[in-house]
DNA sequence: GGATGTGAATGTCTTCACAGCT
DNA sequence: AGCTGTGAAGACATTCACATCC
């Protein structure tokens, strides 16, 4: 069970969103084809997907909707909420820090920073605005595995390089910058301006 | 010069911000090697994605930035301004509206679109927010290539689907559900709570 | 000497196709 | 009969290594 493609283990967390749906519905059994149509992909690919963990499907019937359910939030870590801190207050912090998937999913934003003192000290849904300056301290009493990095580009490298000192062990990074960090942290990248850019190459192509 | 790889596509978008940021510092020339180092890269792989559209370099000296930068501007189509749609005026749409990333890349917001009677007359940075009702009457006016959508899960698809056949051709997705479309249509997508989730296997495992 | 450009080799992911359960 | 599970084949992407040119 070594070696997942990262293409996989986002495929899983699109299945277990259907997964829910379906559970919801009251459906109790799913096929690789229903779950492959939702998915956007081919029920080969689910059911290559699923087998990596082990082998979950009745043949002849499908999948058990709860059990699978229930293994999928296993294997992606979810079964207990992800405290996760917010550095940047920016407009996107904020559109985060309101963003209902993350508080579904089970993360919920412990903690926000910035280094603007006019922001520093206010509050945001009752959470305070915390000075970017006592981020190690506050690490130190509160370890924190994932903090989502919301800041300017020339700041970003900084800081993740702070927070992957301080014990953070996975970053999501909505700088325009590719981090350089050990490879013991996680990293993933949100760029909007780059999907904008891939999508009109596309429509000069097509 | 046919089947570029999506994956050489996102880098070049980031080769091109690096060959911006060099040539702003005065920087005539630029190897493969170190093109990687800020790209998170390989000097093999940027020299096997820029070879894909032809021959830029000098061997023994490197690239051209200023060549290499506005090649890869026009590759991208990014030489004329792209007029995009928002749907959906919620805390994600205004943070979209305001990130600074998309004007500075060329990308302007020509219209927003929202069905909640409280918002549509109201104005954001002086732009209307129109009624997503005349989305088919405006697109026949105006007509638009590019269309960021930022509505809940529900009504992602059937929103799309007005999109596609109102002539859109690419639209950037931030809603948390795979559309299902034409070929022909550009899709990207946008997950943030599925980054998070990815990033909660890679705590699992490591 | 130094860095590109590129076929060939390797590695990774997806699709095929069918045996094996239920 | 229906649908899973999985080796094998195929497609795709990255890395190697070296001839080529400035």
């Known amino acids: 069970m070594r070696k997942i493609p990262e293409s996989t283990v986002r495929r899983l967390a699109l299945y277990l969103r259907y997964l ?5 519905g009251g459906q109790v059994t799913i096929s690789s084809a229903e779950l492959a149509r939702r998915g956007g992909t081919t029920s080969a690919q689910v059911r290559k997907d699923l087998s990596f963990f082990g082998s979950f499907g009745k043949r002849g019937l499908g999948y058990p909707v709860a059990a699978l359910t229930g293994r999928l939030r296993e294997i992606l870590g ?9 550095i940047g207050a920016g407009k996107v912090g904020a559109a985060l820090m309101h ?15 910035d280094r603007d003192p006019r922001k520093i000290g206010s509050r945001w849904n009752g959470l305070l605005i915390r000075d970017v300056r006592h981020l190690e301290r506050d690490l130190r009493r509160e370890p924190t595995d994932i903090a989502i990095v919301v800041i300017p580009a020339t700041a970003a490298q900084q800081v993740a390089e702070r927070l992957v000192s301080a014990g953070v062990k996975a970053i999501l990074n909505f700088a325009p910058v590719q981090l350089v960090l050990p490879d013991s942290v996680a990293v993933r990248n949100v760029n909007m301006a780059l999907e904008l850019e891939t999508l009109s190459y596309d429509l000069t192509v097509r």
């Open 78 to 86: 979810l079964k207990s909420p992800h405290r996760v801190i917010l």
């Open 99 to 113: 963003y209902p998937g993350f508080a579904e999913r089970g993360f919920s934003v412990a903690a926000i920073y």
């Open 20 to 24: 829910e749906e379906s559970s919801a």
